[in-house]
């Protein structure tokens, strides 16, 4: 039995949601007022809240945020008198379960009702299983918001047994999210098959993946056992799906309908209970739209979709990322470890990693080559190409990044020129005093936070500003 708030100013619709609602077997009261429905909805837990839009002491669009604060969390039916598309949209994006029209039947009522009650008991569900299964995921290094999304996800999708696609830029770790599927699933004893859609060549990936018998094919001198009979009660991870022939896609299909197929040469089908987790940093729905792309596949491999966000919004996750590179390097060459200046730290912060992750990885590895037997890691042990790109970043990006000169005055003469040196000097002192009294500006006079946005260590700081007598309060 669910419990059921109806929050509309007209009396009319509420008592014929309650109606609907208690006929199915559930507890339902109603508010009159937007202030008495939210009294009503924080003061006890609800399963479903039927909400109007417009309300005469306020617009029930604005308290969805809220609902979904609340800690039963209940799914919100918007209703309303008025068809709006936008309204329609802004309900969805804002949470809502459903937008209906009062001007719907009891049974479309009805429905919608029976269908968020289903969804909220997978929910629940998923969720119990989530908090009871302790996550296995030593391979993902991060604490960040954005890394939790994916890992929640993971969560949920670990508990259940459908399709799972992994999306996201090159080196965001997509492998690692499928194998911590595979590992966090009831599956965890079967094999993890890997399918590299991307290397295999395109005259031997049915075979590949479907297998052989012997003498199929010239050159076939024994049978072979495919790929996907090699993940039977295990699974089968599509890696760059979005390169998978056409020629293969519409059989590839068939096979994740009906889980058996035909090796090649082989008068009998198999059999395999596999599950499919597929990863791609392809727009697949554009694929779609070109035709390069099944979307009946596409709905076949979309059951639950992890997105995994780039290194450059979850930079606050980078030092961790940093910390265990660096270790692994040390311990696989025998050397102790190494420590970590603040001033890396906050270089490669500075930077916008298109190779996220695994380019971070190649980049600790290097600058612990570098440092050899010194004890602790520096921007100077860096690749060059990063401290360059690093570099270029800091010119663009630094905050008071003036003209030395005025625009205005470009054309007044100089009226009593000073030896070069001596001028080179003066309009770099004006810059670099205007820079550090923006700097310290921006920062609030946080010296902390100033060494962050400069990428200055602190003794280096503290120097300039007493060079430039610069108050640092």
């Known amino acids: 039995m669910a419990r059921i708030l109806v929050i509309d100013d007209d009396e009319g619709i509420c008592l014929t949601l309650l109606h609907v609602a208690r006929r199915a077997g559930h507890e339902a009261i109603y508010a009159l007022t937007l202030a008495e429905g939210w009294e009503l909805a924080s003061s006890g837990e609800f399963d479903i809240v039927f909400l109007d839009v417009r309300l005469q002491d306020g617009n029930g669009l604005e308290l969805l945020p809220k609902f979904g604060a609340l800690s ?24 809502a379960w459903d937008y209906i029209e009062k001007g719907d039947s009891a049974k479309a ?187 009946d596949l596409l709905f076949r491999l979309r059951g639950f979709e992890i997105h995994l966000p780039p290194l450059r919004e979850r930079l606050e996750d980078l030092k961790d990322l940093v910390r265990t590179f660096a270790d692994r390097s040390c311990e696989r ?23 996220n992750v695994r380019q971070l990885a190649n980049t600790v590895e290097q600058a612990v080559g570098a440092a ?20 270029r970043s800091s010119l663009k990006s630094a905050p008071g990044h003036l003209q030395t000169t005025d625009p205005a005055d470009s054309c007044s003469p100089i009226p009593l020129l000073s030896p070069l040196h001596e001028f080179r000097e003066s309009i770099y002192n004006e810059a670099e005093r205007k820079y550090l009294n923006n700097l310290m500006e921006q920062a609030g006079h946080d010296i902390t936070e100033a060494c962050r946005v400069s990428g200055l260590s602190q003794s280096r700081l503290y120097a300039l500003l007493k060079k430039q007598h610069v108050t640092s309060h």
């Open 333 to 355: 060459h025998g050397i102790p470890p190494k420590g970590l200046s603040t001033e890396i730290i906050q270089t490669l912060q500075a930077l916008k990693w298109p190779g």
């Open 72 to 95: 039963g969390s209940p799914e919100v039916i918007i209703i309303t008198g008025f068809g709006d598309a936008e309204g329609a949209e802004l309900a969805i994006r804002s949470g």
């Open 109 to 295: 009522f009805s429905m919608s009702l029976s269908r968020a009650i289903e969804y909220r008991a997978q929910k629940l569900a998923a969720r119990k299983c989530a908090q009871i299964v302790s996550l296995k995921r030593d391979a993902i290094i991060g604490t960040s918001s954005s890394l939790k999304e994916s890992l929640d996800l993971l969560a949920k999708a670990s508990c259940t047994d459908t399709s799972v696609m992994i999306t996201g830029e090159t080196g965001t770790g997509k492998e690692l999210f499928a194998r911590a599927v595979h590992e966090n699933s009831h599956r965890s004893t079967g094999r993890f098959v890997v399918v590299d859609c991307a290397a295999m060549p395109e005259h031997l990936i049915e075979s590949m993946l479907f297998g052989h018998e012997k003498g199929a094919f010239t050159g076939a001198d024994h049978a072979r056992e495919g790929l996907v009979r090699q993940a039977d009660n295990g699974t089968l991870f599509l890696d760059e799906v979005g390169e998978l022939p056409q020629s293969i896609q519409k059989a590839f299909l068939r096979v994740l309908q009906e889980h058996s197929f035909r090796p090649i040469g082989s008068p009998a089908e198999v059999s395999s209970n596999f599950r499919v987790v597929a990863a791609t940093n392809r727009d697949l729905d554009q694929m779609v739209n070109s035709g390069s792309f099944r979307q």
């Open 372 to 391: 050899g037997l010194e004890p602790v890691l520096f921007s100077m042990h860096l690749p060059t190409e990063i401290r360059v790109e690093a570099a």
